[in-house]
């Protein structure tokens, strides 16, 4: 099964092996004070930088979020999609809790994007499904619903059923539905990584979708973060996750060399074209 998105110009497919898609997460304000601010101030120099980096470090699609607090985000929505569809050719990803927020976004990307995100909670799916159907664009689904995220890895399952079911009856194909099992830290709860590989593992095989991680919750609050983010990202690629809402330039070549160990690059060719490119990054950003 697989799950197209598309820019004006570029289409992205996201499927069971086929090379990985790392969705850029950096357009996003939450914990990133010096975006906020910039968001804030209307100063859109930063997040023009931020598409641009995150694109030459390897992101396939990119995460657009303009929630800071005390601005119009539906004005402020168009207007960074706008900039950002402008700057590079990557299909787009739109990422808010609010409806109009994510419709004023929709209206405004090219292609066929990105949805971020519904849920298995009655006002979500009633909310967001329809703007989804509307569009025609894709959706990702995350597997918590009314009582919140479910412990075990068959009730999250049973929860992207009924996101499945609900997109289904409004005409939304299963292909156009990317689901998330959610990733928890495991600082306060040891299993909690389990439980997503658990998840993963029977979302493929049971329901042959495609599957979403952010990888890089699983680690908040330990130490070398990147560490443990790399390899549960491995791992979960393992299990059949098949994109990601990460940093590109902190995960980028763990996703190539993955892929690579994974028969999912040809002689290693992308492998090295990327430790390539990232080895010139590097040093401009050391000049810099």
């Not at 992101?59 to 601005?71: F, H």
């Not at 209206?107 to 990105?114: D, E, I, N």
């Not at 658990?198 to 042959?208: A, F, M, N, P, V």
């Not at 990888?215 to 990601?244: H, K």
């Amino acid at each position: 099964m697989n799950t197209v998105l598309k820019s004006n110009s570029k289409e992205v497919t996201i499927g069971v092996g086929r090379p990985f898609v790392m969705i850029g997460e950096k357009i996003n304000p939450t914990g990133r004070k010096k975006l906020a601010a910039a968001l804030t101030e209307g100063n859109l120099d930063y997040v023009r930088q931020l598409a641009l980096d995150q694109a030459a470090w390897g992101a396939d699609v990119l995460d657009v979020n303009v929630g800071a607090p005390g601005i119009d985000e539906v004005a402020v929505v168009k207007q960074v999609v706008e900039l950002v569809a402008s700057v590079t050719d990557l299909p787009l990803c739109l990422d808010s809790a609010n409806p109009d927020v994510l419709a004023a976004g929709l209206a405004a990307a090219p292609g066929k994007p990105l949805v971020n995100s519904v849920s298995g909670e009655t006002k979500r799916l009633e909310t967001v499904l329809p703007l989804v159907k509307e569009r025609g664009a894709a959706v990702i689904g995350l597997t918590m619903d009314d009582s919140g995220i479910p412990p075990t890895a068959e009730e999250r399952v049973a929860v992207a059923e009924k996101i499945l079911n609900r997109a289904a009856q409004m005409g939304i194909p299963a292909e156009d539905v990317v689901i998330d099992p959610l990733v928890l830290t495991v600082g306060s709860d040891s299993k909690a990584a389990l439980v997503t590989l658990q998840t993963i593992e029977i979302l493929r095989k049971s329901l042959g979708v495609n599957v979403n991680v952010g990888a890089s919750n699983v680690s908040f609050g330990l130490p070398e973060r990147p560490v443990v983010n790399a390899a549960f990202l491995t791992l979960c690629i393992q299990a059949g996750a098949t994109c990601a809402i990460t940093d590109p330039a902190k995960m980028g070549l763990t996703v190539r060399a993955t892929d690579l160990l994974l028969s999912r690059d040809p002689n290693s060719m992308r492998y090295l074209k990327y430790f390539r490119a990232a080895e010139k990054l590097k040093a401009a950003e050391q000049q810099s």
